[in-house]
Protein backbone atom coordinates (compact mmCIF):
# COMPACT_ATOMS: atom_id res chain seq x y z
CA UNK A 1 0.00 0.00 0.00
CA UNK A 2 0.97 3.22 -0.81
CA UNK A 3 1.05 6.57 1.66
CA UNK A 4 1.30 9.85 0.70
CA UNK A 5 1.83 12.67 3.45
CA UNK A 6 -1.40 14.24 4.33
CA UNK A 7 0.08 17.68 3.52
CA UNK A 8 0.42 17.06 0.05
CA UNK A 9 -2.01 17.93 -1.75
CA UNK A 10 -4.69 17.40 -4.12
CA UNK A 11 -2.18 16.84 -7.05
CA UNK A 12 -0.31 13.97 -4.89
CA UNK A 13 -3.72 12.08 -4.48
CA UNK A 14 -4.67 12.44 -8.18
CA UNK A 15 -0.61 11.46 -9.07
CA UNK A 16 -2.19 8.61 -6.90
CA UNK A 17 -5.50 7.42 -8.75
CA UNK A 18 -3.33 7.75 -12.29
CA UNK A 19 -0.42 5.28 -10.94
CA UNK A 20 -3.30 3.18 -10.32
CA UNK A 21 -5.24 3.76 -14.03
CA UNK A 22 -1.52 2.88 -15.56
CA UNK A 23 -2.01 -0.60 -13.55
CA UNK A 24 -4.75 -1.10 -14.69
CA UNK A 25 -3.79 -0.08 -18.37
CA UNK A 26 -1.19 -2.77 -18.35
CA UNK A 27 -3.85 -5.21 -16.84
CA UNK A 28 -2.06 -5.52 -13.67
CA UNK A 29 -4.81 -5.57 -11.48
CA UNK A 30 -3.56 -7.37 -8.59
CA UNK A 31 -0.64 -4.52 -8.21
CA UNK A 32 -3.56 -1.74 -9.10
CA UNK A 33 -5.34 -3.77 -5.41
CA UNK A 34 -1.92 -3.81 -3.94
CA UNK A 35 -1.28 0.10 -4.45
CA UNK A 36 -3.99 1.21 -1.89
CA UNK A 37 -6.63 -0.17 0.38
CA UNK A 38 -9.84 -1.61 -0.82
CA UNK A 39 -13.47 -1.54 0.81
CA UNK A 40 -14.35 -5.07 1.00
CA UNK A 41 -17.09 -4.03 2.97
CA UNK A 42 -20.14 -3.77 0.55
CA UNK A 43 -23.38 -5.97 0.17
CA UNK A 44 -24.22 -6.53 -2.80
CA UNK A 45 -27.21 -9.02 -3.93
CA UNK A 46 -27.52 -9.69 -0.10
CA UNK A 47 -23.44 -10.95 -0.09
CA UNK A 48 -20.41 -9.52 0.87
CA UNK A 49 -18.94 -7.79 -1.82
CA UNK A 50 -15.06 -8.95 -2.23
CA UNK A 51 -12.70 -6.77 -4.58
CA UNK A 52 -10.36 -9.16 -6.60
CA UNK A 53 -8.01 -8.91 -9.27
CA UNK A 54 -10.94 -10.92 -11.46
CA UNK A 55 -13.51 -8.65 -10.06
CA UNK A 56 -11.50 -5.59 -10.86
CA UNK A 57 -10.73 -6.83 -14.48
CA UNK A 58 -14.53 -7.47 -14.57
CA UNK A 59 -15.28 -4.24 -13.89
CA UNK A 60 -13.30 -2.53 -16.34
CA UNK A 61 -14.08 -5.14 -18.98
CA UNK A 62 -18.09 -4.52 -18.34
CA UNK A 63 -18.21 -1.05 -18.53
CA UNK A 64 -18.91 -1.17 -14.74
CA UNK A 65 -20.98 -4.25 -14.27
CA UNK A 66 -18.42 -6.68 -12.42
CA UNK A 67 -20.60 -9.49 -11.03
CA UNK A 68 -20.94 -10.17 -14.98
CA UNK A 69 -18.31 -11.54 -16.94
CA UNK A 70 -18.02 -10.73 -20.66
CA UNK A 71 -19.62 -13.73 -21.65
CA UNK A 72 -22.35 -13.28 -19.77
CA UNK A 73 -22.99 -9.65 -21.02
CA UNK A 74 -22.90 -10.74 -24.55
CA UNK A 75 -25.16 -13.42 -23.89
CA UNK A 76 -27.99 -11.06 -21.69
CA UNK A 77 -27.43 -8.30 -24.07
CA UNK A 78 -27.60 -10.62 -27.09
CA UNK A 79 -24.76 -8.40 -28.75
CA UNK A 80 -21.76 -11.46 -30.15
CA UNK A 81 -20.22 -8.71 -30.84
CA UNK A 82 -19.96 -6.45 -27.83
CA UNK A 83 -16.49 -4.95 -27.32
CA UNK A 84 -14.48 -5.80 -24.36
CA UNK A 85 -13.48 -2.79 -22.64
CA UNK A 86 -9.34 -1.95 -21.43
CA UNK A 87 -7.92 1.24 -19.63
CA UNK A 88 -6.49 2.99 -21.92
CA UNK A 89 -2.77 4.68 -20.55
CA UNK A 90 -3.15 8.63 -19.89
CA UNK A 91 0.59 8.74 -20.77
CA UNK A 92 0.64 6.85 -24.20
CA UNK A 93 -2.57 6.53 -25.69
CA UNK A 94 -5.48 8.05 -24.49
CA UNK A 95 -6.78 10.94 -26.27
CA UNK A 96 -7.72 11.98 -22.74
CA UNK A 97 -9.68 11.43 -19.97
CA UNK A 98 -12.23 13.13 -17.46
CA UNK A 99 -11.86 14.71 -14.22
CA UNK A 100 -10.36 13.55 -10.93
CA UNK A 101 -12.06 15.50 -7.87
CA UNK A 102 -10.53 15.41 -4.66
CA UNK A 103 -12.55 16.41 -1.80
CA UNK A 104 -11.37 16.61 2.16
CA UNK A 105 -14.18 16.86 4.20
CA UNK A 106 -14.36 20.55 6.54
CA UNK A 107 -14.68 18.56 9.85
CA UNK A 108 -14.79 14.87 11.02
CA UNK A 109 -17.26 12.24 10.10
CA UNK A 110 -19.93 12.60 12.81
CA UNK A 111 -21.68 8.49 12.58
CA UNK A 112 -24.86 9.30 11.22
CA UNK A 113 -22.86 11.38 7.91
CA UNK A 114 -20.78 8.71 7.94
CA UNK A 115 -24.07 6.59 7.20
CA UNK A 116 -25.65 9.02 5.00
CA UNK A 117 -21.86 8.66 2.53
CA UNK A 118 -22.00 4.73 2.69
CA UNK A 119 -19.09 4.60 5.10
CA UNK A 120 -20.32 1.52 6.83
CA UNK A 121 -18.14 -1.37 7.51
CA UNK A 122 -14.99 1.09 7.66
CA UNK A 123 -13.37 3.07 10.57
CA UNK A 124 -15.24 6.01 9.62
CA UNK A 125 -13.15 8.16 11.76
CA UNK A 126 -10.28 8.00 9.70
CA UNK A 127 -12.16 8.66 6.44
CA UNK A 128 -10.84 12.41 5.78
CA UNK A 129 -12.11 13.03 2.23
CA UNK A 130 -12.89 11.22 -1.15
CA UNK A 131 -12.27 10.85 -4.70
CA UNK A 132 -13.80 10.51 -8.09
CA UNK A 133 -12.53 9.99 -11.15
CA UNK A 134 -14.78 10.64 -13.85
CA UNK A 135 -14.23 9.89 -17.21
CA UNK A 136 -11.73 5.98 -17.15
CA UNK A 137 -10.25 6.36 -20.31
CA UNK A 138 -11.59 3.18 -22.17
CA UNK A 139 -10.52 1.96 -25.39
CA UNK A 140 -8.84 5.39 -26.31
CA UNK A 141 -11.31 7.75 -25.48
CA UNK A 142 -12.69 9.33 -22.13
CA UNK A 143 -15.39 7.49 -20.84
CA UNK A 144 -18.46 7.76 -18.41
CA UNK A 145 -17.52 5.19 -15.89
CA UNK A 146 -16.01 6.40 -12.86
CA UNK A 147 -13.90 5.00 -9.71
CA UNK A 148 -14.53 6.14 -6.74
CA UNK A 149 -12.14 6.15 -3.35
CA UNK A 150 -12.41 7.02 0.05
CA UNK A 151 -8.96 9.13 1.26
CA UNK A 152 -8.11 7.74 4.61
CA UNK A 153 -5.58 8.60 7.39
CA UNK A 154 -3.48 6.08 8.46
CA UNK A 155 -0.71 7.31 10.49
CA UNK A 156 -0.62 10.88 11.68
CA UNK A 157 0.66 12.28 8.59
CA UNK A 158 0.39 9.91 6.20
CA UNK A 159 -2.99 9.03 3.95
CA UNK A 160 -3.77 6.50 1.56
CA UNK A 161 -6.79 6.09 -1.17
CA UNK A 162 -9.25 3.14 -0.36
CA UNK A 163 -11.11 1.72 -3.83
CA UNK A 164 -14.90 1.80 -3.78
CA UNK A 165 -16.28 0.64 -6.63
CA UNK A 166 -16.22 1.57 -10.34
CA UNK A 167 -19.65 2.16 -12.67
CA UNK A 168 -21.15 4.04 -14.71
CA UNK A 169 -22.61 7.20 -12.51
Do not use: C
Amino acid sequence: MKTLSIHGGKEAVRSLVLEWNELLAQEKYEQALELMLYDNTQIVDEKLWIWTPERLQAAVATYGEPWYTVEELKALYDEPDWEEFKVTSVQTGSNGYGEISVEYFEEPLSEKMAETLGVLGLDYKTIVGDVEFDGVPLNGEASDLTARFWIKQVGEDQITLVFRDMHVL
